[in-house]
């Protein structure tokens, strides 16, 4: 599934959802004044969260295990990250509310898709990314470091580090000075 080969759902794969959806509602209802409580479900949910990074509820997550995100990285309400593929979200990035990050595919051929085969691509969110209010990410993306994506764009594509893309799909409307 991680690997990207099609597959079928399963009582072990079922199993590692309800144990991801346990885990976010249980940080999605613990209050924000409890921040090292929160804290601790994002460690054991996730598969790496760097110092100094904070994520607002409420945050959804198939898996939780093939997504990581580095340090000091600010994440607003309602992220939801498909993670059957591997999410790597960078350090310093910027996300606004109801972004998603969706590496999970299904099949475009009918018969395919009835039989509920399902694929995932990785997405990788580069350093100093920022992702305008409800960005879209689709499954494959990489956006290179200190990108700015504006609200309400589709990334079909990977984009380059450096430069301000808008639009669905998105396209590069500037590059922009890097510090
Ligand atoms: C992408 C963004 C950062 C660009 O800001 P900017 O460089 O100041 O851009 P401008 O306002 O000068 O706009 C330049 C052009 O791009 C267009 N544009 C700007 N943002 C756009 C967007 N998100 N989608 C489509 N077009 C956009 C403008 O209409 C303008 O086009 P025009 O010249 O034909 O009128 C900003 O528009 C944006 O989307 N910010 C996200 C805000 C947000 O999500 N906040 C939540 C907190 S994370």
Known sequence: ???G??????????GMHLRAVTLTEAYNSTPA?????RRRILEELLAG??????VRAPFHCDYGT??????????????VVLDVARVTIGDD?????????LTATHPLDADRRRAKWEAAEPIVIGDNVWLG????????VTIGEDTVVGAGAV??????AGVVAVGSPARVMRAHARQ
């Open 49 to 54: 969260i760097g110092p100094g990074t904070v």
């Open 66 to 79: 093939y997504c990581s995100i580095g340090a000091r990285t600010f994440v607003n309400f309602g992220l």
């Open 93 to 101: 990035v910027q996300i606004g509310p109801n972004v998603q990050l």
């Open 155 to 160: 990334v079909t594509h990977d984009l380059p």
């Open 33 to 37: 004044a409890d921040a090292e409580g």
């Open 5 to 14: 080969d099609p597959y079928i759902v399963d009582d072990e794969i079922a």
């Open 1 to 3: 599934m991680e690997a």
């Open 133 to 140: 209010g409800g960005v879209i990410v689709l499954p494959g």
